[in-house]
């Protein structure tokens, strides 16, 4: 279900002041093999999951989009520009994890369109039992979002993988406690200084999305301050 992810959505002092969290299962960090991370668009499995591929100092990455359609009314770069750029920009965040020899699969789909049946089947080929794959959650609220988690439930559930949803724009449109997250899935991820410092670097790799590409409203950033505040947490959370 599509939800609207508009205005400043949810602050970030109101989820670090909700106990809930604390109280979630750690997840045991024992994965079969290196994980399989999915991002529909560059940053986003950074943002997700970047603390918990600098501790496991291993990943292999999906690159489903490339991510044309961040600044559709930018007056600065052409969408072909920007996809490039994105590009550009998730492997140096993947070298400012240590991850820089990490592969990367990178499957073209056109940003906003996501053709989730070739998803579903890219996965299926990669995952084996057992092991991670790590996706946008299904409900996540962005349509891309969404595909790509329902593309890997798929491939998890015909291959025997394990899967594990990363929330990112849930952070936004819901609030603590709110009954249309599955919070009983809920399992935290706590980072070390080292993860939180790799992940605050890696972020910062993407200035096509936290800083204006230009003065113009259709060059604005994608990810401001106080939505890339959702991401600064000491902890990482997934559903499984
Ligand atoms: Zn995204």
Avoid: N
């Amino acid at each position: 279900m599509v939800k609207a992810i508009e205005g400043a959505g949810t602050a970030e002092q109101t989820w670090l002041d909700w106990p809930a969290p604390a109280r979630w299962p750690a997840l045991p960090l024992d994965p079969a093999g290196p994980p399989l991370i999915v991002a529909p668009h560059p940053d986003d499995e950074i943002l997700g999951v970047a603390g918990l591929m600098a501790m496991l100092d291993a990943a292999e990455l999906v690159a489903v989009t490339d991510g044309e359609a961040s600044h559709p009314h930018s007056t600065v770069h052409t969408q072909l520009e920007l996809a490039a750029i994105r590009r550009d920009e998730t492997a140096e965040a993947l070298r400012r994890l240590g991850l820089g020899a990490a592969p990367v699969h990178r499957l073209g789909q056109p940003d906003g369109k996501i053709d989730e049946d070739a998803v579903a089947a890219d996965l299926t080929g990669r995952l084996t039992p057992g092991r991670w794959c790590l996706a946008t959650w299904r409900e996540d609220g962005h349509p891309d979002h969404e595909a790509v988690g329902r593309a890997a439930a798929r491939a998890c559930a015909v291959t025997g993988a394990v899967l594990l949803e990363y929330p990112i724009w849930m952070w936004h449109w819901a609030g603590p406690d709110d009954p249309r997250v599955p919070w009983r899935r809920a399992y935290r991820i706590d980072l070390t200084p080292a993860a939180q410092r790799a992940k605050a670097a890696a972020i910062a790799a993407f200035p096509s999305q936290i800083a204006p590409l230009g003065p113009e409203p259709g060059d604005a950033a994608i990810l401001p301050p106080h939505i890339l505040a959702r991401f600064t947490r000491s902890f990482e959370t997934v559903l499984r």
